[in-house]
């Protein structure tokens, strides 16, 4: 069965400085998507990455870097030099053959960054 | 292109009465969703569609009905409204060339059954 698990319900930390954010995920796919999204106090998803199961290169993008490891089933998101505005909560998804690539979610992390 | 879009953005409704949520999408996209989001549980996925006349149960179907008749639309039916539904509604669509890309979610919609 697919799953998708954030272990972490909430993480608080204090502005600049970094924070990880964990995803573990079970499939029984070998092709298979990843991704990230972002929903802000606002409400909306916001996408911030997805990542191909063939392709486990690390992703940085600005302050945002992704970790991809199959051995682990893991893709965690850190976030260097936290900001307030970074302040939201983070959801993993997965999609694969089995679900039709319909997404699974993880139940999400909510991230406070305090000034 | 407006995207994806979703109405009503807030609706109150009590125990038994029935709405449907609108959404819709300009983006000629064949795969359309409907997703809740309750508190700590992340997103359930609803309903889903592949294309127009095309719709499938997610993982939790009950006490929804959707229909695809255009690959603009795609409305989400209470039938009888439960407290239980009390919940944020996503919609969300993505297109089916190539390998699965991003999903673009609407506004949601915010609904209270009391």
Same mark, same amino acid.
């Given at each position: 069965?697919?799953?998708?698990?954030?272990?972490?319900?909430?993480?608080?930390?204090?502005?600049?400085?970094?924070?990880?954010?964990?995803?573990?995920?079970?499939?029984?796919?070998?092709?298979?998507?990843?991704?990230?999204?972002?929903?802000?106090?606002?409400?909306?998803?916001?996408?911030?990455?997805?990542?191909?199961?063939?392709?486990?290169? %690390?992703?940085?993008?600005?302050?945002?870097?992704? %970790?991809?490891?199959?051995?682990?089933?893991?893709? %965690?998101?850190?976030?260097?030099?936290?900001?307030?505005?970074?302040?939201?909560?983070?959801?993993?998804?997965?999609?694969?053959?089995?679900?039709?690539?319909?997404?699974?979610?993880?139940?999400?992390?909510?991230?406070?960054?305090?000034? | 292109?407006?995207?994806?879009?979703?109405?009503?953005?807030?609706?109150?409704?009590?125990?038994?009465?029935?709405?449907?949520?609108?959404?819709?999408?300009?983006?000629?996209?064949?795969?359309?969703?409907?997703?809740?989001?309750?508190?700590?549980?992340?997103?359930?996925?609803?309903?889903?569609?592949?294309?127009?006349?095309?719709?499938?149960?997610?993982?939790?179907?009950?006490?929804?009905?959707?229909?695809?008749?255009?690959?603009?639309?795609?409305?989400?039916?209470?039938?009888?409204?439960?407290?239980?539904?009390?919940?944020?509604?996503?919609?969300?669509?993505?297109?089916?060339?190539?390998?699965?890309?991003?999903?673009?979610?609407?506004?949601?919609?915010?609904?209270?059954?009391?």
């Amino acid at each position: 069965a697919q799953k998708v698990t954030q272990a972490q319900t909430e993480i608080s930390v204090v502005e600049k400085e970094d924070v990880t954010l964990d995803c573990v995920y079970e499939t029984r796919d070998t092709t298979y998507y990843l991704f990230w999204y972002k929903q802000p106090p606002s409400g909306e998803l916001v996408f911030l990455i997805r990542r191909n199961s063939f392709d486990e290169q %690390n992703e940085i993008s600005g302050r945002y870097s992704w %970790n991809f490891q199959k051995s682990t089933s893991s893709f %965690n998101f850190t976030i260097t030099a936290s900001q307030v505005v970074d302040s939201a909560v983070y959801f993993c998804a997965l999609g694969d053959m089995d679900s039709n690539y319909q997404l699974i979610w993880g139940a999400g992390t909510k991230l406070i960054i305090k000034p | 292109n407006a995207g994806v879009t979703q109405t009503p953005k807030f609706q109150v409704l009590k125990t038994g009465q029935s709405m449907t949520l609108q959404c819709a999408q300009d983006m000629n996209h064949e795969y359309m969703s409907w997703y809740r989001q309750d508190p700590g549980m992340g997103l359930r996925l609803i309903h889903y569609s592949v294309g127009a006349g095309i719709t499938d149960q997610g993982e939790v179907p009950n006490g929804y009905n959707v229909s695809r008749s255009t690959t603009e639309d795609f409305p989400l039916r209470l039938l009888s409204a439960a407290p239980s539904q009390t919940s944020v509604y996503f919609c969300a669509s993505r297109d089916r060339q190539g390998a699965i890309d991003t999903q673009y979610f609407g506004p949601g919609t915010r609904l209270t059954v009391l």
